[in-house]
């Protein structure tokens, strides 16, 4: 078996000899038309590219729902969690990375051309672990993924909401599904390249506002932080967190579109470095302000007063949205595809009309000792996952949940909305006495 630093060179070779004609083609038009439109908001897999990739889908709606999480876990743990967390994921992102790039050594000396393929997840466990392991891949990268795509729907309905509340959220989330289905005609990650940039400036933009605001506001009249106040409460928001830094479902995609995705290793690291400080300021400063109020209000902008500055932001908001739906998506698209045979159809119009324990010889990253404490904190990590966060966390989330729909009911119209206004009857005018 190959080391990494010769599997990461085997990946260039076989670039080099199979695919040449593709490569000097796509060389020369990059050097064609460095600047042209088209190269600089369409066609990307720089390392930049996989870094604003990486950082605008991790955080999405998520940045609106953490102060509720700290509210459930108290602010320390809140913090904590959010640190540890963005370890871990940034661990398993490693992982997959070293994965990918042995499964794609193998079969390109088998001579393996992926021009018109993209690699996933489930397709590196098949060819790595064998085939029980490819349809446990998918069948979990395929749920995460679909109710990933459902919740950033619900999300869009949830924010426009505020803006616009002369339709229910149901409605809104049918017209944003509308909206989110010409997704279907971004070919690949290579061409999110505009919409990544600029997800991560949305962003950026919302949560330096959630912390701002929520600063220049103040705290609230005898305002209290009583958390975490509950177990039930505590894993919830544990999970919360746990969704925030521990999605991968669509890692594998991202380093696929990249030119050179051996490159990649630490590149989910940086950007968890940058989305913390987003997430940590944001959800601390809004803690601050408004403290368990926030267990009633899931969403950060039903806090804050209605003006210019958040209207601003809940529009560039449902703007990421449309570009998370995207990258939930994108992937499910290559699944289904490749199961009707037309993942390596050119023409993008017939695509949208369409539409793990090895390496063993692979050396351990420095700053593992030895072979056994890589083993040791793997199985840390898997045992921590399946109690805490499938475990626990499950059933924090179903406890709240049963006990949500006993409140507003299994398919509200307008979930968590405030309760109309109850209409004043005026009083009949007093008789005349004569």
């Given at each position: 078996?190959?080391?990494?630093?010769?599997?990461?060179?085997?990946?260039?070779?076989?670039?080099?000899?199979?695919?040449?004609?593709?490569?000097?083609?796509?060389?020369?038009?990059?050097?064609?038309?460095?600047?042209?439109?088209?190269?600089?908001?369409?066609?990307g897999g720089s390392v930049w590219?996989?870094?604003?990739?990486?950082?605008?889908?991790?955080?999405?709606?998520?940045?609106?729902?953490?102060?509720?999480?700290?509210?459930?876990?108290?602010?320390?743990?809140?913090?904590?969690?959010?640190?540890?967390?963005?370890?871990?994921?940034?661990?398993?992102?490693?992982?997959?990375?070293?994965?990918?790039?042995?499964?794609?050594?193998?079969?390109?000396?088998?001579?393996?051309?992926?021009?018109?393929?993209?690699?996933?997840?489930?397709?590196?466990?098949?060819?790595?672990?064998?085939?029980?392991?490819?349809?446990?891949?998918?069948?979990?990268?395929?749920?995460?993924?679909?109710?990933?795509?459902?919740?950033?729907?619900?999300?869009?309905?949830?924010?426009?909401?505020?803006?616009?509340?002369?339709?229910?959220?149901?409605?809104?989330?049918?017209?944003?599904?509308?909206?989110?289905?010409?997704?279907?005609?971004?070919?690949?990650?290579?061409?999110?390249?505009?919409?990544?940039?600029?997800?991560?400036?949305?962003?950026?933009?919302?949560?330096?506002?959630?912390?701002?605001?929520?600063?220049?506001?103040?705290?609230?009249?005898?305002?209290?932080?009583?958390?975490?106040?509950?177990?039930?409460?505590?894993?919830?928001?544990?999970?919360?967190?746990?969704?925030?830094?521990?999605?991968?479902?669509?890692?594998?995609?991202?380093?696929?579109?990249?030119?050179?995705?051996?490159?990649?290793?630490?590149?989910?690291?940086?950007?968890?470095?940058?989305?913390?400080?987003?997430?940590?300021?944001?959800?601390?400063?809004?803690?601050?302000?408004?403290?368990?109020?926030?267990?009633?209000?899931?969403?950060?902008?039903?806090?804050?007063?209605?003006?210019?500055?958040?209207?601003?932001?809940?529009?560039?908001?449902?703007?990421?949205?449309?570009?998370?739906?995207?990258?939930?998506?994108?992937?499910?698209?290559?699944?289904?595809?490749?199961?009707?045979?037309?993942?390596?159809?050119?023409?993008?119009?017939?695509?949208?009309?369409?539409?793990?324990?090895?390496?063993?010889?692979?050396?351990?990253?420095?700053?593992?000792?030895?072979?056994?404490?890589?083993?040791?904190?793997?199985?840390?990590?898997?045992?921590?996952?399946?109690?805490?966060?499938?475990?626990?966390g499950g059933w924090a989330s179903?406890?709240?949940?049963?006990?949500?729909?006993?409140?507003?009911?299994?398919?509200?119209?307008?979930?968590?909305?405030?309760?109309?206004?109850?209409?004043?009857?005026?009083?009949?005018?007093?008789?005349?006495?004569?």
């Amino acid at each position: 078996m190959l080391s990494q630093k010769q599997a990461e060179e085997a990946i260039v070779t076989n670039e080099t000899e199979h695919e040449v004609s593709s490569t000097r083609e796509e060389e020369k038009e990059q050097d064609q038309s460095m600047f042209s439109l088209k190269s600089i908001l369409w066609h990307g897999g720089s390392v930049w590219d996989a870094w604003f990739s990486c950082a605008s889908n991790q955080v999405a709606q998520v940045l609106l729902t953490l102060p509720y999480s700290f509210s459930q876990l108290g602010m320390l743990s809140g913090i904590i969690f959010q640190v540890f967390y963005g370890i871990v994921g940034s661990w398993t992102a490693y992982l997959i990375s070293v994965l990918y790039i042995e499964y794609r050594t193998r079969k390109e000396k088998e001579n393996v051309s992926f021009k018109n393929h993209v690699i996933q997840w489930f397709e590196v466990l098949d060819g790595l672990l064998g085939p029980y392991w490819k349809a446990l891949g998918l069948a979990f990268n395929c749920t995460f993924l679909l109710f990933g795509s459902v919740i950033q729907l619900i999300a869009c309905a949830s924010n426009i909401y505020y803006i616009n509340d002369k339709l229910d959220k149901r409605t809104w989330t049918y017209i944003f599904g509308a909206c989110c289905a010409t997704t279907v005609f971004i070919p690949s990650f290579h061409n999110y390249r505009i919409w990544s940039f600029l997800g991560l400036g949305m962003t950026t933009y919302t949560a330096w506002y959630l912390a701002i605001a929520a600063i220049l506001h103040g705290q609230v009249e005898n305002v209290t932080h009583t958390g975490p106040s509950k177990l039930v409460l505590y894993f919830t928001g544990a999970t919360n967190i746990l969704y925030t830094f521990g999605g991968h479902a669509v890692t594998v995609e991202i380093m696929h579109a990249m030119w050179k995705p051996q490159k990649f290793k630490y590149i989910y690291l940086l950007a968890t470095l940058y989305v913390f400080t987003l997430t940590i300021p944001s959800a601390v400063a809004v803690y601050w302000a408004f403290g368990d109020m926030l267990l009633n209000h899931s969403n950060a902008f039903s806090l804050l007063p209605k003006n210019g500055f958040r209207d601003a932001a809940v529009i560039l908001m449902l703007i990421h949205q449309f570009i998370t739906f995207g990258f939930a998506c994108t992937p499910l698209y290559f699944v289904w595809e490749k199961v009707i045979g037309m993942h390596d159809t050119k023409s993008i119009c017939l695509r949208a009309l369409a539409r793990l324990p090895v390496n063993a010889a692979e050396k351990p990253p420095f700053f593992m000792p030895s072979w056994t404490a890589m083993y040791v904190f793997n199985a840390f990590i898997v045992v921590w996952v399946f109690v805490v966060g499938f475990g626990l966390g499950g059933w924090a989330s179903m406890t709240n949940f049963i006990r949500q729909i006993d409140t507003f009911g299994l398919f509200a119209k307008c979930y968590q909305c405030p309760p109309p206004a109850p209409k004043v009857v005026a009083a009949p005018p007093p008789h005349a006495h004569h």
